[in-house]
């Protein structure tokens, strides 16, 4: 039996030296949701505008959310070398996110409930404040959304600048589409607020609010399924399994390998590690070999080859 490691993990494989630039947008992005967030609920309060209001505590889980990611980035910069992390910290942006997902769905619930109690107990709005506070959320996320995307060109910059292969930063993402949501409940918000003041549908802003949480429901159970496959390791069916397989499939001509294990999952943005175990009659399948052919998908950072050669007298006949 032989053993192989097809790459020696390093912990510099783990913290993108391009997450700085993201770091520092999140941040700023973070203070920015904050501040609109308490402007928006306050005003949603004050000039009695659900759709106000509901995108203003639907801003307090952006704010949360991306707070929780701008905590990823700090976390996994400061434990990036700490050896207890076996494949590294990227999976704390990854439970971020997963937190953030479950907070949103509670905001929603609270969004739905608000909503639907002023259908029932109508309240007087002052149309022309609310809607200037609400453009004002709107102009901040449209901002807010541009620093973002700025923090990620900044990232593409600094890791092709020490020669990192860059994949989409997962926890920028989430940050950025936040905002986005953010954006289209404002909409929302000045759509039902221009619709009572100019038709008299005052009905339009609670019902507007339902549909925010709604909205937000499906992004949130999204983001929900995606970070828990990677924190419950169940990625068997990514390409990457398949281009294993098929890169043993090619060097077997004689069809006399087999694979008896295969453990794929992933630690990293778009890094996997791979335990990959082998039965077989080919003396010229080795460790050796198997590596220069799987060295191809920069995608797996970590793999452990374990050959079974069907001449091993320690081998139990039925294992070939």
């Given at each position: 039996?032989?053993?192989?490691?097809?790459?020696?993990?390093?912990?510099?494989?783990?913290?993108?030296?391009g997450s700085h630039?993201?770091?520092?947008?999140?941040?700023?992005?973070?203070?920015?949701?904050?501040?609109?967030?308490?402007?928006e609920i306050w005003?949603?309060?004050?000039?009695?505008?659900?759709?106000?209001?509901?995108?203003?505590?639907?801003?307090?889980?952006?704010?949360?959310?991306?707070?929780?990611?701008?905590?990823?980035?700090?976390?996994?910069?400061?434990?990036?070398?700490?050896?207890?992390?076996?494949?590294?910290?990227?999976?704390?942006?990854?439970?971020?996110?997963?937190?953030?997902?479950?907070?949103?769905?509670?905001?929603?619930?609270?969004?739905?409930?608000?909503?639907?109690?002023?259908?029932?107990?109508?309240?007087?709005?002052?149309?022309?404040?609310?809607?200037?506070?609400?453009?004002?959320?709107?102009?901040?996320?449209?901002?807010?959304?541009?620093?973002?995307?700025?923090?990620?060109?900044?990232?593409?910059?600094?890791?092709?600048?020490?020669?990192?292969?860059?994949?989409?930063?997962?926890?920028?993402?989430?940050?950025?589409?936040?905002?986005?949501?953010?954006?289209?409940?404002?909409?929302?918000?000045?759509?039902?607020?221009?619709?009572?003041?100019?038709?008299g549908w005052n009905?339009?802003?609670?019902?507007?609010?339902?549909?925010?949480?709604?909205?937000?429901?499906?992004?949130?159970?999204?983001?929900?399924?995606?970070?828990?496959?990677?924190?419950?390791?169940?990625?068997?069916?990514?390409?990457?399994?398949?281009?294993?397989?098929?890169?043993?499939?090619?060097?077997?001509?004689?069809?006399?390998?087999?694979?008896?294990?295969?453990?794929?999952?992933?630690?990293?943005?778009?890094?996997?590690?791979?335990?990959?175990?082998?039965?077989?009659?080919?003396?010229?399948?080795?460790?050796?070999?198997?590596?220069?052919?799987?060295?191809?998908?920069?995608?797996?950072?970590?793999?452990?080859?374990?050959?079974?050669?069907?001449?091993?007298?320690?081998?139990?006949?039925?294992?070939?």
């Amino acid at each position: 039996m032989h053993t192989h490691d097809l790459t020696p993990w390093t912990h510099s494989h783990v913290f993108d030296p391009g997450s700085h630039a993201a770091e520092r947008g999140t941040k700023t992005v973070m203070w920015i949701t904050a501040a609109m967030m308490i402007v928006e609920i306050w005003a949603g309060w004050w000039f009695n505008s659900m759709a106000l209001l509901a995108d203003g505590l639907h801003m307090s889980s952006h704010a949360f959310a991306i707070g929780l990611s701008a905590f990823a980035y700090v976390a996994a910069r400061r434990y990036a070398r700490d050896s207890r992390f076996a494949f590294g910290t990227w999976k704390i942006e990854v439970l971020a996110g997963y937190t953030s997902a479950l907070f949103l769905l509670g905001v929603a619930a609270m969004m739905a409930a608000a909503s639907v109690g002023r259908i029932f107990v109508p309240r007087e709005i002052q149309f022309p404040e609310a809607i200037g506070v609400a453009i004002f959320g709107l102009v901040v996320n449209v901002a807010c959304a541009f620093i973002l995307g700025h923090a990620g060109e900044h990232h593409d910059h600094e890791a092709e600048a020490q020669g990192v292969h860059h994949h989409h930063d997962l926890n920028l993402r989430s940050a950025y589409l936040h905002v986005i949501a953010d954006a289209a409940t404002s909409v929302l918000a000045i759509v039902a607020l221009v619709g009572g003041m100019f038709f008299g549908w005052n009905w339009l802003d609670p019902v507007m609010g339902i549909v925010g949480a709604i909205l937000v429901t499906r992004w949130a159970w999204g983001l929900l399924r995606g970070t828990s496959r990677v924190l419950l390791d169940s990625e068997m069916d990514h390409p990457v399994t398949s281009e294993i397989k098929e890169v043993i499939a090619s060097l077997d001509k004689a069809k006399a390998t087999r694979i008896a294990d295969l453990h794929v999952w992933r630690v990293g943005k778009a890094r996997y590690a791979c335990i990959l175990s082998l039965v077989t009659h080919d003396r010229d399948m080795t460790p050796t070999r198997i590596k220069a052919s799987l060295s191809q998908h920069d995608e797996l950072a970590h793999v452990t080859v374990e050959i079974h050669q069907c001449g091993d007298a320690r081998l139990h006949p039925s294992t070939c």
